[in-house]
């Protein structure tokens, strides 16, 4: 078996006058529940082998909040993500096959979308992936992402 590990990002404070929603910071609540999230994943040994991110700030700030935690990963920002719908990611952790687990940090309702369609095989109605929340998808280690080949292993939020 293969994980897919995703991350939406933690609280972000709201965008400041005349700027963009891609420069939101992460607010303080946000970086404690993205250190809160590291340190979930580092005691139930989910390390991934690459983390796979929006260039979003708020997005990068929680990769990095959670990396303090569990220390350095191979990391690579993937501008598609942003906004990205649950068949641009599921193509974007497609790519990541030859990797035993990914780490994917992004925006809903993509995520959240993902993780219900590679789950159960339906993303229409699903509305669960809080900010800061993780949900470890397990995969068939050679298959292509498809609805619903993956199981649910683990399901946490700050």
């Keep these: 078996m293969r994980e897919l590990i995703l991350l939406r990002h933690a609280h ?11 420069d939101r910071p992460l607010s303080r609540e946000g970086q404690a529940e993205a250190e809160a999230a590291g340190v979930w994943l580092k005691q139930h040994g989910y390390l991934p ?6 260039p979003a700030r708020r997005t990068r700030e929680t990769l990095e909040q959670v990396l303090s935690v569990i220390g350095v990963v191979e990391q690579r920002p993937d501008q598609r993500i942003y906004e990205a719908t649950p068949g641009t ?3 974007i952790a497609d790519e990541q096959r030859d990797l035993g687990r990914v780490l994917l940090v992004g925006h809903n ?3 959240e979308q993902l993780a219900a369609l590679l789950s159960s095989g339906q993303s229409g109605d699903f509305r669960g992936m809080p900010a800061g929340g993780v949900a470890v998808l397990r995969l068939p280690v050679d298959a292509s992402l498809e609805p619903g080949i993956a199981e649910l292993a683990a399901f946490w939020w700050p």
Excluded: C, T
Excluded at 12 to 22: H, L, Q
Excluded at 49 to 54: E, G
């Design 109 to 111: 309702p993509g995520l």
């Design 49 to 54: 082998d690459r983390a796979i991110y929006s």
């Design 12 to 22: 972000a404070d709201p965008a400041a006058p005349g700027a963009e929603d891609f």
């Design 89 to 91: 990611l599921m193509a």
